[in-house]
């Protein structure tokens, strides 16, 4: 394959106005940004004058015989159609196309656009052994299902120099420094090709080397990227979640019976935030308390527990993009997120079984909204005013999800997930809130019986975090 310095790399995007050229000259890139409808020769003109700005062209001397002060020439910038010189007047979004070559003087290059690449790949900075490894990765012009992935042991006790597999950056916003082209090959066997790595307890004390070659469903092949992690940290013993998995060991074999699994597994901006460490959890280190610590044992947790309808309440947007959804999705779940109303950076999570249950339809009621717009509410409108005020503050919703058996004909469950007010004064809010709910589940069954039949069979399971003790006004309505 060609050096990476003899390609153009052009990224032209539907629906926007400008596409991007990017070529590296003497180890030097050179980007420009150009207006898609722009004559080719103003692009090619704007290129030849940044390298003369540079010094990247052709020099000759002033005067008889040689001499005399340097002087730089102007560089010979030609796109071409094959051996055809592309017309200057040619439209940059029909001039750079995938095949054409650039001459800048005696230097060429083969254009090629929207080649997959790896904008950002990094790997979390706490791995625990018997837990699952899921890299944070943005592509372009790429996707995962498609990528080619290669996970690799590494013997921390032969160092790697920092200039080829630097570790992975340690918050989000640190950009993490990636070698398309190591110095160092790895000869370590490959132990994984699947995007995620649920690692063994062997693996503790190594290092994970992960290379993603970016690729996209026709084939096409972006250059590959390597990160490498900290050390995987030994596995955890004798904590609850282990006592809780010996009475769940495998998946429930018959038709007629499902696992359900409801938990708040508390959304990363309630846990990482400086209240949260100083007033909320001030008995608890920092490092239980980081977002890769806490989501490799919540993953491996929820696993252990083989439920069939996971219902999760807290589970903020990134957390369930980025790692809930495929990491529960290479053990066959599929996923509905549905996140609060107003600005609330969390919300309502459910997990099913595809092999068990099938999607029929997903919907998020937001319980104030409903309030407004429902005439089975008018009972709940006639509150007391300030009482009613209160109510329509709220942010919570109803989360329903509608499966249909894989097993059993024209059975159907009705999955409600929701996260109630939680303040400890509110009962009287939660109150009206699970009469809300049932209105909610009572419209949607009649909804769906008209849709589905008389022949249809449906079954209700309201999951969530009520707030609520025995004790409540709440827990005895229900």
Same mark, same amino acid.
């Given at each position: 394959?060609?050096?990476?310095?003899?390609?153009?790399?052009?990224?032209?995007?539907?629906?926007?106005?400008?596409?991007?050229?990017?070529?590296?000259?003497?180890?030097?890139?050179?980007?420009?940004?150009?207006?898609?409808?722009?004559?080719?020769?103003?692009?090619?003109?704007?290129?030849?004058?940044?390298?003369?700005?540079?010094?990247?062209?052709?020099?000759?001397?002033?005067?008889?015989?040689?001499?005399?002060?340097?002087?730089?020439?102007?560089?010979?910038?030609?796109?071409?159609?094959?051996?055809?010189?592309?017309?200057?007047?040619?439209?940059?979004?029909?001039?750079?196309?995938?095949?054409?070559?650039?001459?800048?003087?005696?230097?060429?290059?083969?254009?090629?656009?929207?080649?997959?690449?790896?904008?950002?790949?990094?790997?979390?900075?706490?791995?625990?052994?018997?837990?699952?490894?899921?890299?944070?990765?943005?592509?372009?012009?790429?996707?995962?299902?498609?990528?080619?992935?290669?996970?690799?042991?590494?013997?921390?006790?032969?160092?790697?120099?920092?200039?080829?597999?630097?570790?992975?950056?340690?918050?989000?916003?640190?950009?993490?420094?990636?070698?398309?082209?190591?110095?160092?090959?790895?000869?370590?066997?490959?132990?994984?090709?699947?995007?995620?790595?649920?690692?063994?307890?062997?693996?503790?004390?190594?290092?994970? =080397?992960?290379?993603?070659?970016?690729?996209?469903?026709?084939?096409?092949?972006?250059?590959?990227?390597?990160?490498?992690?900290?050390?995987? =940290?030994?596995?955890?013993?004798?904590?609850?979640?282990?006592?809780?998995?010996?009475?769940?060991?495998?998946?429930?074999?018959?038709?007629?019976?499902?696992? =359900?699994?409801?938990?708040?597994?508390?959304?990363?901006?309630?846990?990482?935030?400086?209240?949260?460490?100083?007033?909320?959890?001030?008995?608890?280190?920092?490092?239980?308390?980081?977002?890769?610590?806490?989501?490799?044992?919540?993953?491996?947790?929820?696993?252990?527990?083989?439920?069939?309808?996971?219902?999760?309440?807290?589970?903020?947007?990134?957390?369930?993009?980025?790692?809930?959804?495929?990491?529960?999705?290479?053990?066959?779940?599929?996923?509905?997120?549905?996140?609060?109303?107003?600005?609330?950076?969390?919300?309502?999570?459910?997990?099913?079984?595809?092999?068990?249950?099938?999607?029929?339809?997903?919907?998020?009621?937001?319980?104030?909204?409903?309030?407004?717009?429902?005439?089975?509410?008018?009972?709940?409108?006639?509150?007391?005013?300030?009482?009613?005020?209160?109510?329509?503050?709220?942010?919570?919703?109803?989360?329903?999800?509608?499966?249909?058996?894989?097993?059993?004909?024209?059975?159907?469950?009705?999955?409600?997930?929701?996260?109630?007010?939680?303040?400890?004064?509110?009962?009287?809010?939660?109150?009206?809130?699970?009469?809300?709910?049932?209105?909610?589940?009572?419209?949607?069954?009649?909804?769906?019986?008209?849709?589905?039949?008389?022949?249809?069979?449906?079954?209700?399971?309201?999951?969530?975090?009520?707030?609520?003790?025995?004790?409540?006004?709440?827990?005895?309505?229900?």
């Amino acid at each position: 394959m060609c050096e990476k310095e003899y390609f153009v790399f052009v990224r032209s995007e539907d629906g926007k106005d400008t596409l991007s050229l990017r070529l590296n000259l003497r180890g030097r890139e050179c980007r420009f940004l150009r207006a898609k409808n722009e004559p080719v020769g103003r692009a090619l003109k704007r290129i030849a004058t940044n390298l003369a700005r540079n010094g990247e062209t052709k020099r000759k001397k002033k005067g008889k015989g040689g001499d005399g002060v340097d002087d730089t020439l102007p560089a010979e910038v030609v796109l071409y159609a094959g051996i055809t010189e592309v017309s200057s007047e040619t439209e940059n979004q029909d001039a750079w196309v995938g095949g054409n070559t650039l001459r800048v003087d005696d230097r060429r290059f083969v254009v090629t656009v929207n080649t997959p690449a790896v904008k950002f790949l990094k790997l979390p900075c706490c791995l625990l052994a018997t837990c699952p490894a899921v890299p944070l990765v943005e592509l372009e012009f790429a996707d995962v299902e498609h990528c080619r992935w290669a996970w690799r042991r590494y013997d921390p006790a032969n160092p790697l120099p920092p200039t080829v597999f630097p570790e992975s950056a340690a918050t989000d916003k640190d950009r993490p420094v990636v070698d398309p082209k190591p110095r160092l090959p790895i000869s370590d066997p490959i132990i994984s090709t699947s995007f995620i790595y649920w690692t063994a307890e062997e693996d503790e004390g190594y290092k994970l =080397v992960l290379e993603c070659t970016p690729c996209n469903e026709s084939g096409e092949e972006g250059e590959p990227v390597k990160v490498v992690s900290k050390n995987i =940290v030994s596995r955890f013993w004798n904590i609850p979640m282990m006592e809780r998995h010996l009475m769940t060991p495998n998946h429930l074999a018959e038709p007629t019976q499902f696992r =359900v699994v409801s938990y708040n597994i508390l959304a990363d901006v309630y846990a990482t935030s400086e209240r949260a460490r100083s007033a909320l959890y001030p008995y608890c280190d920092p490092s239980a308390l980081d977002q890769d610590y806490r989501r490799c044992l919540i993953a491996r947790e929820l696993l252990g527990y083989h439920g069939d309808i996971v219902c999760l309440q807290e589970v903020g947007a990134k957390c369930f993009s980025q790692f809930l959804c495929p990491a529960l999705h290479q053990w066959g779940y599929q996923a509905c997120f549905h996140p609060k109303a107003g600005k609330t950076p969390e919300g309502e999570a459910t997990f099913f079984n595809s092999s068990k249950f099938s999607l029929i339809q997903e919907d998020a009621v937001v319980l104030r909204e409903f309030v407004n717009q429902s005439p089975n509410c008018r009972d709940i409108l006639s509150l007391h005013p300030l009482i009613l005020a209160d109510l329509l503050e709220r942010h919570n919703i109803l989360q329903t999800v509608l499966l249909r058996s894989t097993e059993i004909t024209n059975s159907y469950i009705l999955a409600a997930n929701t996260h109630l007010y939680f303040h400890p004064m509110g009962d009287h809010i939660r109150l009206l809130q699970v009469a809300i709910s049932l209105k909610i589940l009572g419209s949607k069954l009649r909804e769906y019986q008209h849709k589905l039949g008389t022949d249809a069979r449906f079954a209700v399971v309201f999951c969530g975090d009520f707030n609520s003790c025995p004790c409540t006004a709440a827990y005895s309505y229900l």
